[in-house]
Nanobody, 123 residues
Framework: QVQLVESGGGLVQPGGSLRLSCAASGFPLDYAAIGWFRQAPGKERERVSCISGGDGSTYYADSVEGRFTLSRDNAKNTVSLQMNSLKPEDTAVYYC????????????????WGKGTLVNVSS
């Protein structure tokens, strides 16, 4: 049974940092593409980052490029998203999602989803 659990969200000041983690079970993480998506109220869920299985290639949305860093720890079976220089527009529920092997631009290609963790960037 595949399960993804996010953690690390919370309230942070603009310009601050948070580190989100996604713990995976029932899935060989090193062969999985793990994406981070976010959804603000009234908006579509959008991909912000993804790491592919195998070679571990990473992808970032333009809005987070240079501020967010995605990493995989196969030993701990987790994927983390380090978020720096946070902006109010980063406020959203953040979800991790998984699918075999390769990242996709489409959230519809992700087979497994966590329940999300809230990130609130506010002064």
């Amino acid at each position: 049974q595949v399960q993804l659990v996010e953690s690390g969200g919370g309230l942070v000041q603009p310009g601050g940092s948070l580190r989100l983690s996604c713990a995976a079970s029932g899935f060989p993480l090193d062969y999985a593409a793990i994406g981070w998506f976010r959804q603000a109220p009234g908006k579509e869920r959008e991909r912000v980052s993804c790491i592919s299985g195998g070679d571990g290639s990473t992808y970032y949305a333009d809005s987070v490029e240079g501020r967010f860093t995605l990493s995989r720890d196969n030993a701990k079976n987790t994927v983390s998203l380090q978020m720096n220089s946070l902006k109010p527009e980063d406020t959203a529920v953040y979800y991790c999602a998984a699918t075999p092997f390769s990242c996709s631009d489409s959230k519809h290609d992700m087979l497994y989803w966590g329940k999300g963790t809230l990130v609130n960037v506010s002064s």
